[in-house]
């Protein structure tokens, strides 16, 4: 089983800028897939961006440009560097780990008000 841990949500001004982490441990050989999903209120939780082990990167529409996703492996751990955000960023993000299984994280809240 993974044990995942976020951090770096918080509360910022439209445009303004914030930086996910999320670092695994636990029992696990590789891990295939690590990104970040989002959740607002009322809604399906959706995919903002992942990345495979190999270094590729997938993004929702709706972040490209705005939103870099890295991964370092040595550390097990996922970056989301998120700039220029607005109001409709306002979510829980949830970090998801594949490593034959699928684990995710508490959910850190980012919250874009003025």
């Known amino acids: 089983q993974v044990q995942l841990v976020e951090s770096g949500g918080g509360l910022v001004q439209p445009g303004g800028s914030l930086r996910l982490s999320c670092a695994a441990s636990?029992?696990?050989?590789?891990?295939?897939?690590m990104g970040w999903y989002r959740q607002a209120p009322g809604k399906e939780r959706e995919l903002v961006a992942d990345?495979?082990?190999?270094?590729?990167?997938v993004y929702a529409d709706s972040v490209k440009g705005r939103f870099t996703i890295s991964r370092d492996n040595a550390k097990n751990t996922v970056y989301l560097q998120m700039n220029s955000l607005k109001p409709e960023d306002t979510a829980v993000y949830y970090c998801?780990?594949?490593?034959?299984?699928?684990?995710w994280g508490q959910g850190t809240q980012v919250t874009v008000s003025s």
């Open positions: 636990g029992r696990f050989t590789n891990i295939y897939a």
């Open positions: 998801r780990t594949y490593t034959g299984m699928v684990d």
């Open positions: 990345t495979t082990s190999l270094g590729s990167a």
